[in-house]
């Protein structure tokens, strides 16, 4: 789970948790809703003890939410589901044609039935935790509002038209193990009087496993030509020799924040400035998310040193691991771009620490 993902969770929490007093002196949590009209069938359907409010005792106690929220036109925000523990799956047609907009899930939900959420006003962001291991068919199929998808580790399946709606960015984990045929279909949601498509180029899909995962050859319909790819650093042919991916015409590395083909000092500069607040403009957040945690910090401006900058050797006393035919430049510097010594050989004499020889890193233990 990703930082953002945390930060969410912790504020809805302080805000969604009411106490009151039991007949037994008892303090029961009460959950808070946000949205009066999910906390009327909330109650409607699962308070036992007739107080008109809705416990977590009772919302853990839900194995179903059987067609309580399908095709309702009343509802916008149930983040509260996350309460919901007793759930293991959102059954077929959950929140079929609803305008739902946004939903938090329960850490025990496994599966995302079919059409659960299509056709429904799910909007923006869409978080999916890695406790949820299948999304299946249709399960967010036409949905005219969503514009970014996060799978988080722990998500393996993905199924027939999982996907569809004006998305720029969709994030696929190292967990991932099958994508279905047009499991993303951004197409769906036209008009076919009206003209209007996605606009193609506008899809960013970020693929973060070294080793591709399987996916079927329309896994992303026909859009190949128009969406980008992109992949963690050196892995790009791995990607280009399986069947699901080669389709794919524009291909980029995590870390290329500007995205020119190349993952270079020239990104390391724009991330140091996009990091200081300046006026940078990344073609996508995420290509500067080197270290895949959802967030792009210092951490991934380290990364993407690292990337550039890799350790060749550790010099230890007199004895060096270090291959000296390698480098073609005997200078060596600090990482700040002190000049310290001339010659490969002075590396024992040198204080413990990491310097840089030839653009690569070397790490002296004496």
Known sequence: MNKKTIAIIIALCSVCLLHAEGENGDIVETIDFRDSQVKALCVANWDDDGDGELSMTEAAAVTGLGSVFRENKNIASFEELQYFTGLTEIVDSAFYKSTIQTVAFPETVTKIGMYAFSESSISGELHIPGTVLEICNYAFYSCSQLTAVILEEGVEIVGWNSFSGPIHTMLLPTTLSYMKSMAVDPYTNAEPSSGMFF?????????????????????????????????????????????????????????????????????????????????????????????????????????????????????????????????????????????????LSALSSLPNGIYVNNGRKIVVKN
């Open 199 to 343: 606009p193609k180029g506008d899809l960013w899909v970020f693929s973060y496993a070294v080793t591709p995962a399987l996916i079927n050859n329309f896994a992303f319909y026909y859009i190949y030509d128009d969406c980008q790819l992109v992949v963690p650093y050196g892995s790009i042919e791995a990607y280009k020799a399986e069947s699901g991916w080669s389709r794919f015409a524009n291909y980029y590395e995590l870390g290329d924040v500007n995205a020119d083909g190349s993952v270079n000092h020239l990104d390391v500069t724009l991330l140091t400035q996009y990091l200081d607040g300046e006026e940078v403009s990344l073609k996508n957040f995420y290509l500067g998310d080197v270290n895949a945690d959802g967030v792009v910090d210092e951490n991934d401006l380290q990364a993407l040193d690292d990337l550039l900058n890799p350790i060749i050797g550790i010099a230890t006393g007199v004895q060096t691991a270090v291959d000296v035919s390698t480098a073609s430049s005997s200078t060596i510097y600090t990482l700040d771009g002190r000049l310290v010594a001339h010659d």
